[in-house]
């Protein structure tokens, strides 16, 4: 596998170049997760046939190509060239279109969906609406929020706020005792958001409370009609914050974007319930093609 590189900032006008001409709904393909979180796992890419192929080393994963100049046998030939070097190598991510349009896929792969990782995807405006009954709570702790916090101010993120993002970052993370592997990488992924502010293609919300933070969110340009929000955080002791970050979000963005990408659950319970609470308008699926003998 010579041809395929590490992946770093250089490669970002690529990146964007193929998800401009191929764009995907799934938030790992949007170049601030591709850059922020293949950092870590240190994804590589590759120009294979007129595509773009990224490769995650870490669990040996092929994210579908970025692209249209294939076919199932094609799919099947590239995991075989990558077993070839890396034995454990599987295709991630594959479109449920293109699973519905090429049934020759079940001639090469075993399709399974993994529910943990499909993306959550909301109409902005009912995020800012926030009508019916189910909402009715989350616009009440909003109003409470208000009331608590009538001068609260909405400011955008700038490369200047970086420290004390991180700082109310690490104390959000000290203060609910929180742990974990995935945890502490998506707090390394943040860093990295920060440390390359103005090179990457994103933005950010800060709710600040007497030039302290409250709340943030950062985002970014998903397809068209869609923006991914990448992380979220908030701080517990003020009530209605959670929710007021949220809708205060979607108010930012209302006009620009038709949806909303929140990304995945993770299987985690508690997240899973709160992405259902706020009635997503589609779910998009993760697929995962085991490879057969073939």
């Known amino acids: 596998m010579n041809s395929l590189e590490l992946i770093d900032t250089q490669h970002i006008p690529l990146i964007t170049d193929y998800l401009t001409r191929y764009p995907r709904e799934n938030c790992d393909y949007n170049v601030t997760n591709i850059i922020s979180w293949g950092s870590i796992y240190r994804n590589h890419l590759m120009i294979w046939q007129d595509n773009l192929v990224i490769y995650n080393p870490k669990y040996q994963y092929i994210l579908f190509p970025i692209g249209e100049n294939f076919s199932p046998a094609d799919l099947a030939g590239l995991v075989m060239r990558f077993r070839e070097v890396f034995p454990q190598a599987e295709l991630i991510l594959i479109p449920e279109e293109y699973v519905s349009s090429h049934p020759e896929m079940g001639e090469y792969f075993s399709i399974s969906e993994d529910r943990s990782w499909a993306d959550y995807v909301y109409e902005t405006d009912s995020l800012v609406q926030l009508s019916g009954k189910k ?35 690490h104390k959000w993370r000290r203060e609910r005792s929180a742990e974990g592997i995935y945890l502490m990488t998506e707090i390394k992924a943040i860093e990295n958001t920060l440390a390359l502010w103005d090179t990457l293609p994103v933005e950010g919300i800060i709710i600040c409370l007497h030039n302290r933070i409250a709340a943030y969110s950062i985002f970014s340009k998903q397809t068209e009609t869609m923006v991914s929000e990448h992380f979220e ?58 490879l057969k003998n073939v």
């Open 135 to 169: 909402l009715a709570k989350k616009k009440n702790l909003i109003s409470q929020f208000i009331r608590s916090y009538p001068d609260y101010k909405v400011l955008p993120i700038t490369a200047d706020k970086h420290g004390v993002l991180l700082d109310f970052t």
């Open 233 to 290: 955080k908030f701080d517990p002791d003020k009530k209605g914050s959670a929710q007021l970050i949220n809708w205060e979000t979607a108010r930012y963005l209302q006009g620009r974007y038709r949806y909303i990408n929140r990304e995945q659950d993770l299987g985690l319970d508690g997240l899973r319930q709160a992405k259902l609470s706020y009635n997503p308008a589609k779910l998009v699926k993760f697929y995962l093609g085991i």
